[in-house]
């Protein structure tokens, strides 16, 4: 997607004075003072963050891309996020939870975060779970999820969180790799006043899986089987433990947590992060991007299964002391105002969310936005995939009133921080453009050739201290796709996405150059889509493409090939997508799917989705001389032409 146009000089937005006076960054020479980017990396982590013991060196590149940052430093990031804060803001609320049914809802302050934590961290520890086990974390959004991801970190296991849409074979798939000893999910929860069975799916997963425990949270009491030996309930397993418990001083370099992501592959791929680097990284960023104050109450709407939620709702926020918001349900349930209904009760003053909501409510009309008073709003955030200008100044207008800052923040899964993004205080806006790299951090803009230009390849020419650490029981993996050495040999990221640079040095992102849709936000691999299509016993050969659409931004059409005996119909369509939705989960379902006899495929045998995005699309071909058989283009356009 991109509807990024060059701007009139008229479409820039100052900051104003109110944000300026007070925000953490008011001085535009920050830049210029992170040119020496080690120096700011080795300050901020020094005054920002408590180490165990100090690290030796900032970074160590001579083994790269298997960068190492504060090497020999002992941290653990709980403490950052909760034990240092009890002195000076235990009583603070830490999370304010709003369940989806109104009346359900809980204040935890760091106090009680911290027992929670210690007791959950000494419940692990009571199934054996060691340094450097895998816990899978399947939930929705409750605030036992980050009580389970920060009792793995505090005792240096390896938190692994499958987001709650994904299906039973995705987690099952995601649980195997990772090779998980625990799960830790729940009963169900609410969506669209409806229950989750998430037990249930967790039993499905479970059935070609051999975890030793699953840990499960009563939430919603559907009477969840349990199958003995295997399953414990959360609250009988805590029952008698201390809310006292060690915080291992752990390697800067221990990990953290694996994050599956799509790729070109049919295999998520294993995003590793670690403890040093990613705290100070996220917290920096969460500081001086959101620019977070002790008396905001910040609402990362992002669920925590993705990594928007890992780094803005979970480790940056509390690493800052902030108040959190974590909210259970749909943004529309049970009605379209509910997202400014919560805003509005709990004094929401800093929020963040994706452009495809906001498209959604821009949609639904502001009417549903003037029955509340969002004064206390003071800063708005993005994230996910490009914000076409018309839904950023409906943003501004209309949620911010014309108040509030709207910051657009560019990073990925693997870049575990914010990595461009205005600063409030300092950054004139331009609706559409994502601005300016993050203080020490470099990127570029690269040709085909790898050769510095104005349009091209976004990407990052030095390693930052939030970076993925490697792709887990893959490092080929991770060393080939990702890094590549320039001219004189320098090894830089490059990011799979399509960007330019205005005259003022302005970063505009175009969307992704590799086969990886954006479907509302959500990151999926055409390849993944195709395998799961390949597994039903129908097709023989799919391939999936990203057809821009209104609300979603991007959304799955598949082109299917069925084996010798199988005949296109209704119903079988229909059994596709059911088929999808089992092995993916809902998001991955395809809007349409085309029956074709053939696809277009280059003599060496690669499929050309270029061409079918663009018969899709309805716009011209272009080259098809490289097809080993032209004659497909139009039979592909007569199949979908006859729909
Ligand atoms: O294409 C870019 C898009 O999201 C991709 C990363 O997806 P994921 O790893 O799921 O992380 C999403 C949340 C950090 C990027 O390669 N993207 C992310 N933020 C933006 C964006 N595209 C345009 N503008 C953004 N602000």
């Known amino acids: 997607m991109n509807n990024s146009k060059e701007f009139s000089p008229g479409e820039i937005y100052e900051p104003s004075e109110e944000t300026r006076r007070h925000a953490w960054v008011n001085n535009e020479r920050i830049y210029e003072m992170a040119q020496d980017y080690l120096t700011l990396w080795d300050e901020v982590a020094k005054n920002d963050i408590e180490w165990f013991e100090p690290y030796e060196s900032v970074l160590d590149d001579s083994n790269a891309p298997f960068y190492r940052w504060y090497v020999g430093g002992k941290i653990n990031i709980t403490h950052n996020c909760i034990d240092r804060h009890i002195d000076s803001k235990g009583d603070k609320t830490a999370i304010i939870w709003q369940g989806e049914p109104e009346n359900e809802k809980e204040r935890i302050t760091y106090h009680e975060l911290y027992r929670r934590v210690c007791r959950f961290a000494n419940a692990l520890r009571t199934l054996g779970v060691q340094e450097e086990d895998v816990v899978t974390i399947y939930m929705g959004m409750v605030p036992e999820l980050l009580i389970a991801m920060?009792?793995?970190?505090?005792?240096?296991?390896?938190?692994?969180?499958?987001?709650?849409?994904?299906?039973?074979?995705?987690?099952?798939?995601?649980?195997?790799?990772?090779?998980?000893?625990?799960?830790?999910?729940?009963d169900g929860y609410y969506r669209r006043g409806k229950v989750i069975e998430t037990k249930r799916i967790v039993d499905k997963a479970l059935e070609a899986c051999s975890v030793e425990s699953v840990v499960v949270i009563e939430r919603v009491g559907n009477g969840a089987s349990m199958v003995d030996g295997r399953d414990i309930w959360w609250h009988e397993l805590e029952e008698g433990l201390p809310d006292e418990c060690?915080?291992?001083?752990?390697?800067?370099?221990?990990?953290?947590?694996?994050?599956?992501?799509?790729?070109?592959?049919g295999k998520p791929k294993g995003v590793l992060h670690v403890h040093g680097g990613y705290n100070v990284g996220t917290h920096i960023t969460t500081k001086w991007v959101f620019d977070l104050k002790d008396r905001d109450v910040f609402w990362c709407t992002a669920d925590i299964g993705w990594i928007t939620g890992h780094s803005y709702v979970v480790y940056g926020p509390l690493s800052v002391g902030a108040t959190i918001?974590?909210?259970?349900?749909?943004?529309?349930?049970?009605?379209?105002?509910?997202?400014?209904?919560?805003?509005?009760?709990?004094?929401?003053?800093?929020?963040?969310?994706?452009?495809?909501?906001?498209?959604?409510?821009?949609?639904?009309?502001?009417?549903?936005?003037?029955?509340?008073?969002?004064?206390?709003l003071r800063l708005l955030g993005t994230v996910g995939e490009t914000i076409d200008p018309e839904a950023w100044k409906w943003y501004y207008r209309y949620v911010g009133s014309e108040r509030c800052p709207v910051i657009d923040t560019w990073w990925q899964t693997e870049t575990g921080m914010v990595i461009i993004a205005p600063l409030p205080?300092?950054?004139?806006?331009?609706?559409?453009?994502?601005?300016?790299?993050?203080?020490?951090?470099l990127v570029d803009i690269c040709d085909e050739k790898g050769n510095p230009a104005d349009s091209g390849e976004l990407v990052i020419t030095n390693p930052w201290p939030a970076m993925f650490r490697n792709l887990w029981g893959e490092p080929e993996r991770f060393a080939k796709q990702y890094w590549r050495s320039n001219g004189s040999g320098k090894l830089i990221y490059f990011t799979g996405d399509g960007a330019r640079k205005d005259g003022d040095g302005y970063y505009w992102i175009i969307g992704r150059i590799d086969e990886v849709l954006k479907v509302s936000g959500h990151r999926l691999g055409s390849a993944e889509i195709e395998s799961a299509l390949i597994s039903h016993e129908a097709v023989s050969e799919a391939a999936v493409v990203g057809k821009p659409h209104e609300i979603k931004g991007e959304?799955?059409?598949?082109?299917?090939?069925?084996?010798?005996g199988y005949k296109p119909s209704v119903e079988l369509k229909k059994d596709l997508k059911t088929h999808v939705k089992n092995e993916i989960g809902a998001i991955a379902v395809p809007e349409e799917i085309y029956f074709v006899e053939q696809l277009p495929k280059t003599r060496s045998g690669k499929i050309v989705r270029r061409i079918l995005l663009a018969i899709e699309k309805g716009e011209k071909i272009g080259d098809i001389t490289t097809l080993e058989d032209i004659t497909v283009v139009e039979k592909i356009k007569n199949v979908k032409g006859a729909k």
């Open 150 to 186: 920060l009792a793995c970190a505090r005792i240096g296991a390896i938190h692994n969180v499958v987001f709650g849409g994904f299906s039973s074979t995705a987690l099952r798939e995601r649980i195997n790799d990772a090779n998980a000893k625990v799960v830790v999910t729940m």
């Open 555 to 564: 959304t799955p059409v598949a082109f299917v090939v069925l084996k010798t």
């Open 325 to 376: 918001l974590i909210y259970e349900g749909a943004p529309d349930y049970p009605q379209p105002d509910r997202w400014w209904n919560i805003i509005e009760q709990y004094g929401v003053t800093v929020f963040y969310t994706a452009p495809t909501a906001i498209r959604y409510f821009m949609k639904l009309s502001e009417e549903w936005l003037k029955k509340h008073d969002l004064s206390s």
């Open 425 to 441: 205080g300092i950054t004139k806006l331009k609706p559409g453009s994502v601005t300016l790299p993050f203080p020490g951090i």
């Open 246 to 265: 060690e915080c291992k001083a752990l390697d800067s370099e221990h990990a953290l947590f694996i994050l599956y992501t799509s790729g070109t592959t």
